[in-house]
T-cell receptor, first 113, second 113 residues
Framework: GDSVTQTEGQVALSEEDFLTIHCNYS??????LFWYVQYPGEGPQFLFR?????EKGSSRGFEATYDKGTTSFHLRKASVQESDSAVYYC????????????FGKGTKLSVKS | EAAVTQSPRSKVAVTGGKVTLSCHQT?????MYWYRQDTGHGLRLIHY???????EKGDIPDGYKASRPSQENFSLILELASLSQTAVYFC????????????FGEGSRLIVV
């Protein structure tokens, strides 16, 4: 079945550092790919999505590019802030409807000032 | 005003007891979902529903039932709660008009003792 792998379980950075969280997927065709963010005590919230090869999604300074060749959708941010501390989830949508999402295990980002 | 509300937000249940988690959405979305969150596992889909009076099994349905009596309401039922069902449960809604972006509730923390 479809699956999503996030390499890093935890990432610790200082403010203004560059962030990369790796996400690789396994699925046939062109599933939609998503990033969600979860702040402490809250439910996950949509960050952005991409649906086609080479499409870039972005929001709040975060971005990721859909790469069919490497089956990846890595999350990047040029300069993180303490307020970016959260858990980040990569997800892929069910082919055909995108109604069901399969999530990765999440990456906890901690940013110190 | 939260569009997806869950109740209870926190509950302690006895092993073998019955637990019902409720979810109400005001997004007018057709699709609703129940996800389970555990450290090290991320978000896993338990049950979902595309329309009232119909439910579908997700990836980890064993030990859970679901009920969708109306478009707005979706319940998760644990008939015989077990220790392994201690987790945080999230309800979400989506529809095709929103690109199937999931909108999550704030979660229900369940502890089974």
């Amino acid at each position: 079945g479809d699956s999503v792998t996030q390499t890093e379980g935890q990432v610790a950075l200082s403010e203004e550092d560059f962030l990369t969280i790796h996400c690789n997927y396994s699925a046939s065709g062109y599933p939609a790919l998503f990033w969600y963010v979860q702040y402490p005590g809250e439910g996950p919230q949509f960050l952005f999505r991409a649906s086609r090869d080479k499409e870039k999604g972005s929001s709040r300074g975060f971005e990721a590019t859909y790469d069919k060749g490497t089956t990846s959708f890595h999350l990047r941010k040029a300069s993180v802030q303490e307020s970016d501390s959260a858990v980040y989830y990569c997800a892929l949508g069910e082919r055909g409807s995108n109604a069901k999402l399969t999530f990765g295990k999440g990456t906890k980002l901690s940013v110190k000032s | 005003e939260a569009a997806v509300t869950q109740s209870p937000r926190s509950k302690v249940a006895v092993t073998g007891g019955k637990v019902t988690l409720s979810c109400h959405q005001t997004n007018n979305h057709d699709y609703m979902y129940w996800y389970r969150q555990d450290t090290g596992h991320g978000l896993r889909l338990i049950h979902y529903s595309y329309v009232a009076d119909s439910t579908e099994k997700g990836d980890i349905p064993d030990g859970y039932k679901a009920s969708r009596p109306s478009q707005e309401n979706f319940s998760l039922i644990l008939e015989l709660a077990s220790l392994s069902q201690t987790a945080v449960y999230f309800c979400a809604s989506s529809d095709q008009n929103s690109g199937n972006t999931l909108y999550f509730g704030e979660g229900s923390r369940l502890i089974v003792v």
